[in-house]
């Protein structure tokens, strides 16, 4: 829990993103094989590859995502510790498993190329116990197996045994008693021989300490010049292509010469003086060797010291010759455990495999990749959330929408080439470049116009497959815009630009050519995308990286580069508006690194970061702040600065904090920083923001909702899963009120409040967090919010006066201070109660209502089904509900408000309160100062709840000192219904609409015993005036639109008898009973119920399913003590039923009665009717239905991902295509013709669903399949 830690991951965002699914193998890779069309088996101790299940084996694509043409069906049910490929594609799998798909498997077993089980192979008993752990095929076709099993087949063979092709045992393979203990590796020399190594210490006999080379009858070579061997296990060999033998392992020397986990000897055993390892490996061990085509070797194990002096960490390559090399970057490498398995491509890239978690910082999940250019691929094994590779640029929307630009092909498994948009829930906007290619390669950097339109940059030749070099325009929608014209564009790279406030366009980068003209690195665009000639620059020798356009139209540009215009500078420059280098900007000697990010600061000063060390000759490591005219602010303190790494972004606030971002992983003046840190104006750390990123952060963006928005490589946000792209929560500036005036204007978004006086008006506002003074009143006006995103403090009081609310979102808050929330009941007689929850901690049941008596105070016990009387000193558990009766002095005839006081630490966060076992009633209550959205409440809790709340609203006028019926108002995820109207003057009566008030109880009935849940989720804004106040805005929490078409049912007399009944169709219902959408009628009435009927239940909300069909029918009933006259009404309708016609018919009549036209009037009996009346839409004996005969439908095909629509002679207004979840991911408006056809849509294969609107106002929806 927290209180206002700053920089805290808002989890709202790409709910998807919350580290179910997992990032690469649960557990650890044990061998790797690449087959020769680059697909990679995988084998090791995993279960489950990114969260979908994968056990003991998987066949990976060159994308590292799953082949779904490798079936291995049920699969293992052991681990795998060794793969071989046979030349004929089959594949030789072994460890310690039993069953492969319900086949016995003696812990090896041969799979076709398909994955499917070769039974020419037979190793149904195989070997009987141990592991194998590694395999060598012979080109014989013969093949050998080593381990620590010890029979085969039955037969004893310890710890080694040579198969046959058909799996059985090859007895002419001699090895006598074989291994006194594991065999972990062996390889086939020349001549047939074989060596073995592992952890013995002799071999059928023989002294042998822990290498051995046998003959091609299993007989031990004598030749072989092991000597006294090796001093501890050793764990891999390989023979190089010259013959010779790379051995690694835990050993320190070899046949006594010194050899530290690493050895080359020759092929009679002798050493290999050319193999240079020096000191070796100083720590761990070697577990894994490979060599690549060039003769280079890669080495992996548990190793973190130093190689012959130079640092390692669990992974290295070397050279032919063992000496290290140092042009691979590992980065951090893994950061625990070992690495188990290596391999490699044709292209030249290496797969490592092990038990690790975290390589150079990214989840991993115990696979990496080190692509061809000798450099880590952050976008391998991505886990299929969030984005799969680099994210460059964010850009927030003023719609808090956001475009998002990198190197990423894929956004939570949907196809967004290089850029998308992304809608304030973190999803996928579908309308942005809808079903299009997007960039053919990374897109670096872009800037948003006035017009909306955005103009991109980077390292792209096509877009929507159009051929645009590495700049272009685009329409808001993701379109392209084909008035700017650039044409042939750049020749390379554009790293930078930025637009300035007449439209033109400064782009930067790496290029050298525009548009077939020389161009330095820089230029300038008109709006029309041509080059503005009177931009006058030669540009620079090196990249440029950065890019800043100053108020004042003067331009910083930053980078690689030590010249500009020909003249020397290094690293930065300052140019006048016209391109030439501004004279006035001095910064001495620079920088002695590159620049990669620039930023100002409200007073003009500049924030510079980057990989350098000094500024001037002044060490100045990675930040420096720079006044003005270039010099250095030595006011600026940033100490030491970073330790290590790069500031790749900068971003300053409103109130001149300095968010900085980038590779550092070290320290920022001896404070731990990992990538991203908050400064305080004066270049201090600011420890209220606390954001820890395990890789690499390359840009920042506010949003209008006073978010902060952070791209990169990361898969992690203080240890939250976010992949490479998060929202954080945080607060821009604050404001004090003094008594007379605010510091910093009135409290709003993103603003920290401090009340230093009372302020008694307080009105309705946003803030990041509250502070009131000791002794310090507030007042929160009736009918306000106050919305507070971090926490509420101090010692001061926070009145909300009747129907005002506290409103919080994150569940991790906690409050300190104390809020006094007032409650005004509807007007009570003094026999009635009010059902209460307290939305405060320790608010004792006597304070609500002193003066009531002492044994009116009660709560509701599930287990004895009746009331539990409670002591008045007892304190209101949270979520519980209570009934307290009206003070003692009030008047048992004339009606009184009352105003109940609740005082104490306002409740946020998670809520837990026990429901009963099945059919359960519990009376529980909104334990929040805030509105409780019963939507979001019932969905969260549908495995235990049925699916009805029931609002006891005593609106039965009282009668001989009590009331004479109890009245229930009731609400699902259908709707609700009310009870009667007021009899008196002030009473309430209104139809619940699913906002649930503050301080407010309720019934429910379970449907199993359990814990049932309140969270921050369901909390809302507005609708807390009183119980049951309708709507009177957008409704703001997150929860599904459900399709809805109803109508309510009044069944009354004119003495006072009414019941309110409700039926209708919507998504997700059946005509079955359902927990969600039927709520039973409690029949708390003692005069009588009115109801419909499904299965025997008595339902007073009734929800049928979809389509709407003017041929259903529902059973209606009622039950009467009172014998007399009754009418039946509509009260009101919605959705479909407001043009249906809707019929009442009495069976025991046999009438048909439009209620359209007039209520249904009618005399009863006493007693119960239970099926006396149905509800229709359509009556035959009124009307004849006049069906036009037409055999002209709509036709719709498919083909090349191409939809074609014949509408016959209907006219197509609209289409619209949905996936399966209902998510949005076609549409074309305006299509004003009966055929039309898509253009090719980029889909994978799935089904969807086809909505076409016509003109004549109908509608069609059909099922496809692409």
């Known amino acids: 829990m927290c209180i206002a830690q700053q920089g805290k991951v808002d989890v709202t965002f790409n709910t998807l993103d919350d580290g179910i699914i997992g990032d690469g193998f649960d557990l650890s890779v044990r061998t790797l094989s690449m087959q020769p069309d680059q697909n990679l088996i995988v084998g090791g101790e995993f279960l489950n590859l990114n969260g979908i299940p994968a056990p003991y084996l998987t066949r990976l694509k060159p994308d590292g995502t799953t082949d779904e043409t490798f079936h291995i069906g049920a699969g293992f049910n052991g681990k795998i510790y060794a793969s071989c490929l046979q030349a004929d594609g089959k594949i030789i799998v072994a460890g310690s498993f039993t069953l492969f798909n319900g086949i016995n498997a003696g812990r090896i077993i041969r799979l076709n190329s398909d994955g499917s089980y070769d039974s020419s192979f037979n190793t149904t008993i195989g070997a009987t116990t141990g592991?194998?752990?590694?395999?060598?095929?012979?080109?014989?076709?013969?093949?050998?197996?080593?381990?620590?099993?010890?029979?085969?087949?039955?037969?004893?063979?310890?710890?080694?045994?040579?198969?046959?092709?058909?799996?059985?045992?090859?007895?002419?393979?001699?090895?006598?008693?074989?291994?006194?203990?594991?065999?972990?590796?062996?390889?086939?020399?020349?001549?047939?021989?074989?060596?073995?190594?592992?952890?013995?210490?002799?071999?059928n006999g023989i002294s042998a300490n822990r290498i051995i080379c046998l003959g091609a009858d299993g007989q031990v070579d004598t030749n072989f010049l092991a000597g006294s061997g090796f001093n501890d296990d050793v764990s891999v060999a390989i023979i190089q292509p010259d013959g010779k033998i790379l051995l690694g392992g835990k050993f320190t020397s070899y046949n006594g010469t010194l050899a530290n986990r690493i050895i080359r000897i020759n092929n009679d055993g002798s050493v290999d003086t050319t193999f240079f390892a020096g000191s070796g490996f100083t720590d761990g061990a070697v577990v894994a060797l490979k060599q690549d085509i060039a003769g280079n070797l890669m080495v992996g194990g548990s190793f973190t010291g130093s190689y012959n002096g130079e640092g390692v960490n669990r992974v290295c390559l070397l050279n032919s010759n063992g000496r290290l090399l140092n042009d691979i970057d590992f980065g951090a490498g893994p950061a625990t455990a070992s690495v188990y398995a290596l391999e490699n491509d044709v292209e030249g890239s290496w797969y490592i495999g092990g038990s690790f978690l975290v390589f150079d910082g990214l989840n991993q999940g115990r696979l990496a990749k080190i692509n061809a250019d000798h450099e880590y691929d952050t976008g391998y094994l991505s886990s299929g959330i969030g984005f799969d590779n680099s994210v460059y640029k964010v850009i927030p929307l003023d719609n808090r929408k956001m475009i998002v630009c990198g190197n990423f092909k894929k956004f939570n498994g949907e196809m967004v080439s290089r850029i998308t948009k992304l809608s304030e829930d973190g999803t996928v906007d579908a309308t942005f470049n809808m079903a299009q290619f997007g960039a053919n390669n990374l897109i670096k950097t872009a800037d948003i116009q006035l017009d909306r339109k955005i103009i991109i940059g980077g390292n792209f030749t096509r877009y929507n497959d159009t051929a645009l070099n590495r700049i272009l325009r685009i329409q808001s929608d993701g379109s392209i815009d084909p008035t700017f014209n650039i044409g042939n564009g750049a020749n390379s790279q554009i790293y930078a630009l930025s637009i300035q406030p007449d439209q033109k366009v400064i782009i930067a980068g790496n290029f050298t050519r525009f548009n077939d003209l020389p161009a330095g690195r820089i230029i300038r665009l008109l709006p029309d995308g041509s080059r503005d000639l009177t931009f006058n620059s030669s540009g620079t020798d090196a990249v440029i990286e950065v890019l800043l356009i100053q108020p004042d139209g003067k331009i910083l540009i930053g980078g690689r580069f030590t010249n500009f215009n020909g003249a020397p500078v290094s690293h930065l420059v300052r140019l006048n508006p016209d391109g030439s280098t501004d004279s006035n900007?001095?910064?001495?000697?620079?920088?002695?690194?590159?620049?990669?990010?620039?930023?100002?600061?409200?007073?003009?000063?500049?924030?510079?970061?980057?990989?350098?060390?000094?500024?001037?000759?002044?060490?100045?490591?990675?930040?420096?702040?720079?006044?003005?005219?270039?010099?250095?602010?030595?006011?600026?303190?940033?100490?030491?600065?970073?330790?290590?790494?790069?500031?790749?972004?900068?971003?300053?606030?409103?109130?001149?904090?300095?968010?900085?971002?980038?590779?550092?992983?070290?320290?920022?003046?001896?404070?731990?920083?990992?990538?991203?840190?908050?400064?305080?104006?004066?270049?201090?750390?600011?420890?209220?923001?606390?954001?820890?990123?395990?890789?690499?952060l390359f840009t920042m963006g506010i949003t209008s909702d006073y978010r902060l928005i952070i791209g990169g490589d990361f898969n992690s946000v203080s240890g939250i899963s976010k992949h490479r792209i998060a929202r954080l929560k945080l607060c821009l500036g604050s404001t004090s009120w003094d008594g007379t005036n605010w510091s910093n204007g009135f409290p709003s978004g993103g603003k920290e409040a401090f009340f230093k006086e009372d302020y008694l008006g307080l009105t309705g506002t946003n803030v990041c967090s509250c502070t009131i003074d000791e002794g310090k009143n507030v007042n929160l006006l009736s009918g306000n919010t106050l919305s507070i995103e971090f926490g509420y403090s101090g010692s001061g009081i926070l009145t909300l006066e009747n129907s005002a609310c506290l409103y919080q979102t994150d569940d991790d808050m906690v409050n300190t201070g104390i809020i006094q929330l007032k409650r005004i009941t509807t007007p009570m007689s003094r026999y009635d109660f009010t059902h209460w929850s307290s939305p405060v901690d320790h608010q004792k049941l006597v304070d609500v209502s002193p003066n009531t008596l002492a044994d009116k105070y009660f709560s509701y016990d599930y287990n004895v089904k009746n009331w539990k009387?409670?002591?008045?000193?007892?304190?209101?558990?949270?979520?519980?509900?209570?009934?307290?009766?009206?003070?003692?002095?009030?008047?048992?005839?004339?009606?009184?408000?009352?105003?109940?006081?609740?005082?104490?630490?306002?409740?946020?966060?998670?809520?837990?309160?026990?429901?009963?076992?099945?059919?359960?009633?519990?009376?529980?209550?909104?334990?929040?100062?805030?509105?409780?959205?019963?939507?979001?409440?019932?969905?969260?809790?549908?495995?235990?709840?049925?699916?009805?709340?029931?609002?006891?609203?005593?609106?039965?006028?009282?009668?001989?000192?009590?009331?004479?019926?109890?009245d229930y108002a009731v609400y699902n995820l259908l709707g609700g219904v009310g009870t009667r109207k007021s009899l008196s003057v002030g009473k309430v009566d209104q139809i619940p609409d699913g906002k649930i008030a503050t301080g407010e109880a309720f019934f429910v009935f379970s449907t199993a015993r359990g814990e049932i849940e309140f969270n921050n989720s369901m909390r809302q804004i507005e609708n807390n005036s009183f119980f049951f106040k309708p709507a009177k805005k957008e409704e703001v929490i997150s929860q599904s639109v459900l399709e809805k078409h109803r109508v309510w049912l009044n069944f009354e007399n004119k003495e006072g008898f009414f019941k309110q009944i409700l039926i209708g169709y919507t998504e997700g219902a059946t005509n079955s009973f359902d927990n969600d959408f039927d709520a039973e009628s409690m029949e708390g009435n003692t005069f009588g119920d009115f109801f419909s009927s499904i299965e025997d239940k008595k339902l007073v909300i009734q929800g049928r399913a979809l389509p709407f069909e003017k041929s259903d029918e529902v059973a209606l009933g009622y039950r009467s003590s009172i014998e007399g006259d009754f009418t039946i009404s509509i009260d009101h309708e919605d959705g479909y039923l407001i043009t249906s016609d809707i019929f009442i018919e009495d069976t025991e009549l046999n009438k048909i009665h439009d209620l359209k036209t007039e209520p249904y009037a009618f005399k009863t009996q006493k007693g119960n009717f239970d099926k006396r009346f149905v509800l229709k839409y359509n009556?035959?004996?009124?009307?004849?239905?006049?069906?036009?005969?037409?055999?002209?439908?709509?036709?719709?095909?498919?083909?090349?991902?191409?939809?074609?629509?014949?509408?016959?002679?209907?006219?197509?207004?609209?289409?619209?295509?949905?996936?399966?979840?209902?998510?949005?991911?076609?549409?074309?408006?305006?299509?004003?013709?009966?055929?039309?056809?898509?253009?090719?849509?980029?889909?994978?294969?799935?089904?969807?669903?086809?909505?076409?609107?016509?003109?004549?106002?109908?509608?069609?929806?059909?099922?496809?399949?692409?």
């Open 869 to 966: 009387l409670e002591s008045p000193s007892n304190e209101m558990v949270p979520g519980i509900g209570y009934i307290i009766r009206a003070p003692q002095y009030y008047s048992i005839t004339d009606r009184l408000e009352y105003e109940a006081v609740f005082k104490g630490i306002p409740n946020n966060g998670k809520i837990t309160t026990r429901v009963g076992p099945l059919d359960s009633a519990t009376l529980i209550g909104n334990p929040y100062p805030s509105t409780l959205n019963a939507d979001a409440f019932l969905r969260k809790n549908s495995s235990l709840l049925k699916g009805g709340l029931y609002f006891w609203t005593h609106n039965t006028p009282v009668t001989n000192l009590k009331y004479t019926a109890d």
């Open 131 to 203: 592991i194998i752990y590694d395999i060598t095929s012979q080109p014989d076709g013969k093949i050998l197996i080593v381990g620590s099993f010890t029979k085969y087949n039955n037969s004893t063979v310890n710890r080694v045994a040579r198969l046959l092709p058909n799996g059985s045992l090859d007895t002419s393979f001699a090895i006598g008693i074989g291994s006194t203990s594991n065999i972990m590796s062996a390889k086939i020399l020349s001549e047939g021989r074989i060596l073995l190594v592992g952890n013995f210490d002799k071999f």
């Open 585 to 696: 900007f001095a910064i001495g000697d620079g920088f002695d690194k590159n620049v990669y990010a620039l930023a100002l600061q409200s007073d003009g000063k500049i924030i510079v970061g980057g990989n350098f060390l000094s500024f001037n000759r002044s060490s100045q490591k990675r930040i420096v702040r720079l006044n003005a005219n270039g010099s250095l602010d030595t006011t600026f303190d940033s100490g030491t600065g970073f330790s290590k790494g790069d500031v790749r972004s900068i971003l300053i606030q409103p109130d001149d904090r300095i968010l900085v971002g980038g590779t550092f992983s070290g320290t920022f003046k001896n404070n731990s920083s990992l990538r991203l840190v908050r400064l305080l104006k004066s270049g201090g750390f600011d420890n209220s923001f606390d954001a820890r990123l395990n890789n690499k």
């Open 1179 to 1266: 009556n035959a004996t009124l009307s004849v239905i006049d069906i036009k005969d037409n055999n002209c439908q709509i036709s719709v095909s498919v083909k090349d991902q191409i939809i074609k629509i014949d509408a016959c002679e209907e006219i197509i207004k609209e289409i619209e295509v949905f996936d399966i979840s209902g998510r949005l991911v076609y549409r074309k408006d305006k299509v004003q013709s009966s055929n039309f056809s898509t253009s090719k849509l980029q889909f994978a294969h799935q089904i969807l669903l086809l909505k076409i609107k016509l003109e004549n106002g109908k509608t069609e929806t059909r099922k496809i399949i692409v």
